[in-house]
């Protein structure tokens, strides 16, 4: 599993040089032999593995992104979760979706891309404060408009958000970031549809 958690990380193209230096740094961390998931909560080990899935509805009026009013975080964050051990970091999306927002997510057409578009290394901050987070941000195209029955006892509430107005200065400090490969990655890729 290490070897294809590797390679789902080696795929990803980075926006920046911050983006280059954390995908070095993460493979390095990899190749170490140091564990990669939490094991025990709320931070061991102290860095971990999380995969974020941002649902995006890129259909209609320059597009929405959902986030979550995290307790934990106290931020407005994409979906997600910590990659269990064994456990692929795209398995890990599949089962977060279904936990979290009751969505089941197809594999084969759900995913913007088949490696994540982005990833991070983020000191936490909230209720389990101090640990770092290495988070591969996947892309789900899912339709705004489809009921979603999120995990109260997670959240305080789900908000689609126009790309234009998330709440930058109350969400995952790299999510501008994010929105940015997101719109050059969807531009390049020209019109795209959900399913």
Same mark, same amino acid.
């Given at each position: ?13 980075? /926006? ?9 740094? @993460? /493979? ?20 971990? /593995?999380?995969?974020? %899935? ?47 927002? &009751?969505? @089941? ?12 578009? %982005? /990833?991070?290394? @983020? ?6 404060? &101090? ?29 689609? %958000? ?23 990655? @969807? ?9």
């Amino acid at each position: 599993m290490r070897q294809q958690i590797r390679n789902e990380i080696a795929g990803i193209t980075p /926006l920046d040089e911050l983006e280059s230096s954390q995908i070095a740094d @993460t /493979l390095r961390w990899i190749d170490s032999g140091t564990e990669l998931c939490r094991t025990a909560k709320p931070a061991t080990p102290p860095r971990h /593995l999380v995969s974020y %899935f941002a649902c995006v509805d890129l259909r209609e009026g320059g597009g929405h992104v959902l986030l979550v009013d995290h307790i934990n975080a106290q931020l407005w964050l994409p979906t997600g979760g910590h990659v269990e051990p064994g456990e692929h970091p795209r398995t890990t999306v599949l089962r977060e979706a279904h936990e979290e927002l &009751g969505l @089941t997510v197809d594999q084969t057409a759900d995913f913007l891309l088949p490696t994540p578009l %982005f /990833l991070t290394a @983020t000191e936490t901050v909230g209720l389990t404060a &101090g640990h770092v987070d290495v988070s591969l941000w996947y892309v789900l195209m899912t339709d705004r408009h489809v009921r979603l029955d999120y995990d109260a006892g997670e959240f305080h509430g789900i908000r689609w %958000f126009a790309l234009d107005a998330v709440p930058l200065t109350r969400s995952d400090p790299q999510i501008g970031r994010f929105l940015r490969k997101l719109a050059l990655t @969807t531009r390049a890729a020209g019109p795209v549809t959900a399913p």
